[in-house]
Nanobody, 124 residues
Framework: VQLQASGGGLVQAGGSLRLSCAAS????????MGWFRQAPRNEREFVAA????????LYADSVRGRFTISGDNAKNTVFLQMNSLKPGDTAVYYC??????????????????WGQGTLVTVSS
């Protein structure tokens, strides 16, 4: 499975961005798609996850109510709509795919495949 993340950029605080993650290859081997982020000098952290088909989602407390994860099964693409962005959201955002159920999707170890990352910078 290959993952291609895109959509990052520079935005002012309070603004919005939409990230995309296009999956190709043996996507049938995966159940859940997730987004993680890593800010400078911080460890990578979970942001959100969704099962293919969109029946189940999971969000980190820090983004719940501001970010929305969704998917387009026909295009094997997952989106992360980010609203009300804050400077603290500045990070490299990574998409990932794995076989786990969404309840376990906050663990990095449950993902087999990772995209290259896309940088989101939120200015104050």
């Amino acid at each position: 499975v290959q993952l291609q993340a895109s959509g990052g950029g520079l935005v002012q605080a309070g603004g919005s961005l939409r990230l995309s993650c296009a999956a190709s290859g043996s996507t049938f081997s995966t159940r859940t798609m997730g987004w993680f982020r890593q800010a400078p000098r911080n460890e990578r952290e979970f942001v959100a996850a969704i099962t293919w088909g969109g029946r189940s989602t999971l969000y980190a407390d820090s983004v719940r109510g501001r970010f929305t994860i969704s998917g387009d099964n026909a295009k094997n693409t997952v989106f992360l709509q980010m609203n009300s962005l804050k400077p603290g959201d500045t990070a490299v955002y990574y998409c990932a795919a794995g076989p786990s159920y969404v309840s376990d999707s906050y663990r990095e170890s449950n993902y087999n495949y990772w995209g290259q990352g896309t940088l989101v910078t939120v200015s104050s």
